[in-house]
């Protein structure tokens, strides 16, 4: 065999052993332990003065967590329960205009979130703080705009918090 014949070899060798080490640690799907198949999501409770964001919040998670499906969601006989409190919400400016006046602010809703393992009557994770964000315009007023944003702050914050059910071990 000629040296560029063997040199080839090597690289080839050295490269296909670079790559599946590479992948080694590498997990697809989820890290939630296999003997949980079911959840139990109740209204959040509501802590701030903004009415009815615990409807949004609740709903908001459960459709994130039927998308997701990695989880089914049922009333009765879980094998997690996750319990949500909203403690905050929060309305910041981040861009003025030429004067004073707020042209952008980002809206954020924090949860404190549990998740129990019911069998075991053990909290996995508890008070977990977690958040959801969005930035938006005012435009018109800025009740309008701040409740066309609560939607979109609501689907990022189930987002995160079924991120962290389904991936947070």
């Given at each position: 065999?000629?040296?560029f014949r063997?040199?080839?070899?090597?690289?080839?060798v050295v490269?296909?052993c670079?790559?599946?080490?590479?992948?080694?640690?590498?997990?697809v799907g989820?890290?939630?332990?296999?003997r949980y198949?079911?959840l139990?999501?109740p209204?959040?409770k509501n802590?701030?003065?903004?009415?009815?964001i615990?409807?949004?919040?609740t709903n908001?998670?459960i459709e994130?967590?039927n998308v997701d499906r990695?989880l089914?969601?049922v009333d009765?006989?879980p094998?997690?329960?996750?319990e949500?409190a909203?403690?905050?919400?929060?309305?910041t400016?981040?861009?003025?205009?030429?004067?004073?006046?707020?042209q952008?602010y980002?809206?954020t809703?924090?949860?404190?979130?549990?998740?129990t393992d019911?069998?075991?009557?053990?909290?996995?994770?508890a008070?977990?703080a977690i958040s959801?964000?969005?930035?938006f315009?005012?435009?018109?007023?800025?009740?309008?705009?701040e409740?066309a944003?609560l939607?979109m702050?609501?689907?990022?914050?189930?987002?995160?918090?079924?991120?962290?059910?389904?991936?947070?071990?």
């Amino acid at each position: 065999m000629n040296i560029f014949r063997r040199r080839r070899l090597m690289i080839g060798v050295v490269t296909l052993c670079l790559a599946i080490s590479g992948c080694a640690g590498y997990r697809v799907g989820t890290l939630l332990p296999e003997r949980y198949k079911t959840l139990s999501v109740p209204m959040f409770k509501n802590a701030t003065n903004q009415p009815n964001i615990e409807s949004l919040a609740t709903n908001a998670v459960i459709e994130q967590l039927n998308v997701d499906r990695t989880l089914r969601v049922v009333d009765q006989d879980p094998d997690l329960l996750l319990e949500c409190a909203i403690a905050g919400y929060t309305r910041t400016a981040i861009r003025y205009a030429e004067g004073t006046r707020p042209q952008e602010y980002r809206l954020t809703v924090t949860v404190s979130a549990t998740l129990t393992d019911v069998r075991e009557r053990q909290p996995i994770w508890a008070n977990r703080a977690i958040s959801g964000n969005y930035e938006f315009p005012v435009g018109g007023d800025l009740y309008s705009s701040e409740r066309a944003a609560l939607p979109m702050v609501m689907e990022d914050l189930a987002h995160d918090i079924v991120e962290a059910v389904v991936e947070g071990w």
